[in-house]
């Protein structure tokens, strides 16, 4: 068995990560690559539980624009995570992972509702758990339901699956020169405002000293890498361990 840091994860992706080249909805290759992924971390006896954006079908910011109103526009985005978390489930399930869909909405018909204990429970059986519809609630983003569902499960870190190789000093798209940061502090994330989650979520990952990994997950093999403690992506601390 491999040498794990991490024995129980808490996995982000974004819904736009499930487009590939797409302009909207899910490609299933994307959706196979990754379930391929996260079943090998499954097999070395990590403990998973996953948010999942929902980008890739809905916006609530994008739907304001169009007339719907906030809170409206955002119950329509948890919708859509639960969407991409259903396929990815039958991904997994295709893959021999056993899976457990919990919502923050009840609709127990096709999802668990989300209990802590439950939740809990699920993973020390060794099933993987995606946790669909954010928060339950609008006005808060699924980099925020991620970190409130890390902790609530008591995870040993968020690790946030990105399409760029972690935490740069600008945005490396935009910026051929921006500097890759392979560790950093969340008071030098908010000193520099560095958009790497929103701001409820930096905070509430800084107040419960929760480490952050951000890492390109189009990369197979790179969830691997970082359960096994290699250095991939960069990493967010409270306090940084780097010699000066």
């Given at each position: 068995m491999a040498n794990l840091k991490y024995k129980r994860i808490l996995l982000k992706l974004s819904g736009e990560s499930l487009m590939g080249n797409r302009e909207y909805g899910i490609d299933s290759k994307i959706v196979t690559r990754y379930a391929e992924d996260i079943a090998t971390v499954e097999k070395l006896g990590v403990q998973i539980g996953?948010?999942?954006?929902?980008?890739?079908?809905?916006?609530?910011?994008?739907?304001?624009?169009?007339?719907?109103?906030?809170?409206?526009?955002?119950?329509?985005?948890?919708?859509?995570?639960?969407?991409?978390?259903?396929?990815?489930?039958?991904?997994?399930?295709?893959?021999?992972?056993?899976?457990?869909?919990?919502?923050?909405?009840?609709?127990?018909?096709?999802?668990?509702?989300?209990?802590?204990?439950?939740?809990?429970?699920?993973?020390?059986?060794?099933?993987?758990?995606?946790?669909?519809?954010?928060?339950?609630?609008?006005?808060?983003?699924?980099?925020?339901?991620?970190?409130?569902?890390?902790?609530?499960?008591?995870?040993?870190?968020?690790?946030?699956?990105?399409?760029?190789d972690g935490v740069y000093d600008s945005d490396p798209e935009k910026n051929s020169a921006a500097i890759h940061l392979p560790e950093i502090t969340y008071a030098e994330v908010l000193k520099k405002d560095l958009r790497i989650m929103d701001l409820t979520a930096i905070t509430l990952s800084k107040e419960n000293n929760l480490p952050l990994v951000i890492f390109n997950m189009n990369i197979q093999g790179n969830l691997k890498r970082v359960v096994c403690g290699e250095a991939v992506g960069s990493k967010v601390v409270e306090i940084s361990t780097q010699k000066s």
């Open positions: 996953i948010v999942i954006g929902g980008g890739n079908i809905y916006r609530g910011i994008e739907g304001s624009a169009d007339g719907i109103d906030k809170v409206t526009g955002d119950q329509m985005g948890m919708l859509a995570t639960v969407i991409n978390a259903l396929a990815l489930q039958n991904a997994l399930e295709h893959k021999g992972v056993k899976t457990r869909c919990l919502s923050a909405i009840n609709m127990e018909q096709i999802a668990e509702p989300f209990i802590r204990r439950r939740a809990i429970r699920h993973l020390e059986k060794g099933r993987v758990v995606i946790f669909a519809a954010g928060t339950g609630n609008p006005y808060f983003t699924t980099d925020t339901a991620a970190v409130l569902r890390a902790i609530e499960i008591e995870a040993n870190v968020i690790i946030k699956g990105t399409r760029v």
